[in-house]
Nanobody, 117 residues
C-alpha cells in the first residue's frame, strides 16, 4: 500500500522559510519522480516543484529561485525548502507521485502553510 506523509507546514511571517518533508512507503522510491503541489482556497491545485529519479528539478516561475526540491533515497523522503515566503504562498501543500509506466497517482494528506504577519 502506497503512503505519502507530509510534515513541516505551519505559520511563518513573510520573508521566512519552511522545509516540508514527504515520507514515502510502499513504493520503490528511487525509481519514482516526485512532485509537490499546492492548493489555495478557491484556486486550482498547481504544481510547484518536481524532481526526477535522476535528480533533475523543475519549477514554475512563481517559485523559481525561492523553492528547492530535493530527495534522499536512502530514507524514501522528498523535501521542499521554501525561502522568501510570500502571503500568496499560503496553501495546502501536497506530495505526489505517479507509478512509472502508469497513470496511477498517489497523494499525501497535505500540510498547511500559512504566510502572514
Amino acid at each position: 500500500q502506497v503512503q505519502l506523509v507530509e510534515s513541516g507546514g505551519g505559520l511563518v511571517q513573510p520573508g521566512g522559510s519552511l522545509r516540508l518533508s514527504c515520507a514515502a512507503s510502499g513504493i520503490a522510491f528511487s525509481i519514482y519522480a516526485m512532485y509537490w503541489y499546492r492548493q489555495a482556497p478557491g484556486k486550482e491545485r498547481e504544481l510547484v516543484a518536481s524532481i526526477s529519479r535522476s535528480g533533475t528539478t523543475n519549477y514554475p516561475d512563481s517559485v523559481k529561485g525561492r523553492f528547492t526540491i530535493s530527495r534522499y533515497n536512502a530514507e524514501n523522503t522528498v523535501y521542499l525548502q521554501m525561502n522568501s515566503l510570500k502571503p500568496e504562498d499560503t496553501a495546502v501543500y501536497y506530495c505526489n507521485t505517479i507509478a512509472p509506466g502508469t497513470t496511477s497517482r498517489y497523494w499525501g494528506q497535505g500540510t498547511q502553510v500559512t504566510v502572514s504577519s
